[in-house]
């Protein structure tokens, strides 16, 4: 059983940063593709950053500059950290991981485990 597990999210003003983390554990091959996806009330769940074992990243043209997704294999912790943040922003953010992918699936909805979220609100 794998167990993602979200934290950092909060509340910030426009242009403030927040850094959420993601602590991955139990057996199994699940760090080959981790992401983050956000969804916001009444909208689809997107993809925003992701990271192959390979070390490519791949991030949605909205978060462009403004997020780095980063990994500790050692800690088996994810990261995402988010500057300059806008109320667009706004959203719950999950962490997500798969055996296996390409790196261009990195922001597909094709994950296996997910953790329960964790939320950013962005207040203008």
């Known amino acids: 059983q794998v167990q993602l597990v979200e934290s950092g999210g909060g509340s910030v003003q426009a242009g403030g940063s927040l850094r959420l983390s993601c602590a991955a554990s139990?057996?199994?091959?699940?760090?080959?593709?981790m992401a983050w996806f956000r969804q916001a009330p009444g909208k689809e769940r997107e993809g925003v950053a992701g990271?192959?074992?390979?070390?490519?990243?791949r991030y949605t043209d909205s978060v462009k500059g403004r997020f780095t997704i980063s990994k500790d294999s050692a800690k088996n912790t994810l990261y995402l950290q988010m500057d300059s943040l806008k109320p667009e922003d706004t959203a719950m953010y999950y962490c997500a991981a798969v055996g296996f992918c390409n790196s261009w699936q990195l922001l597909f909805k094709t994950y296996d485990y997910w953790g329960q979220g964790t939320q950013v609100t962005v207040s203008s």
């Open positions: 990271i192959h074992k390979s070390g490519a990243t």
């Open positions: 139990g057996y199994g091959n699940y760090n080959y593709c």
